[in-house]
């Protein structure tokens, strides 16, 4: 699952792994997707989804075919995002008991941990810093503080 952005790190993944897995991405709006041909070419067979409609592929939430798609064929998920999605992500994987592994996007101010400004909460009640940690990490261990989280 890609949101935004975050295609740059799974394109990287589905390059080192082709036909291995399957991409489901999201955009807010058809303005910022990447151009059809390329998105083809690097993941055959993606489902691309806009929030707003526009742009090529289906309209709502990239998580609600991954929802269907998990319903069919389990698997664990890999993720990069916004927070919110992967939020929504770390639920979807609960209730269809797959792993989550998230790279997460977090902003660092020192790189070393100390200032804390990437740190995640985790369900266990202590705290996770992205620069020392990840970014890539179990996000299933992280409290996104998502409602059914």
Not at 24 to 52: C, I, K, M, N, W
Request: neutral net charge; glycine residues 16%.
């Amino acid at each position: 699952m890609a949101g935004g952005a975050g295609l740059g790190p799974m394109a990287s993944f589905l390059e080192a792994l082709p036909g291995r897995a399957r991409l489901f991405y999201g955009e807010r709006s058809g303005s910022l997707q990447v151009d059809r041909g390329f998105l083809s070419r690097l993941a055959p067979g993606a489902v691309a989804v806009t929030e707003d409609g526009s742009g090529y592929g289906l309209r709502g939430l990239a998580t609600a075919p991954l929802e269907v798609a998990l319903g069919k064929d389990p698997r664990p998920i890999l993720a990069c995002g916004p927070p919110a999605m992967l939020a929504a992500l770390a639920s979807l994987a609960r209730r269809n008991s797959v792993p989550l592994v998230a790279c997460a996007e977090a902003r660092m101010g020192c790189g070393l941990g100390i200032c804390l400004s990437c740190s995640l909460p985790l369900l266990d009640g202590s705290n996770l810093s992205v620069c020392q940690h990840g970014p890539v990490i179990d996000g299933l261990a992280v409290d996104w503080g998502w409602p059914g989280d």
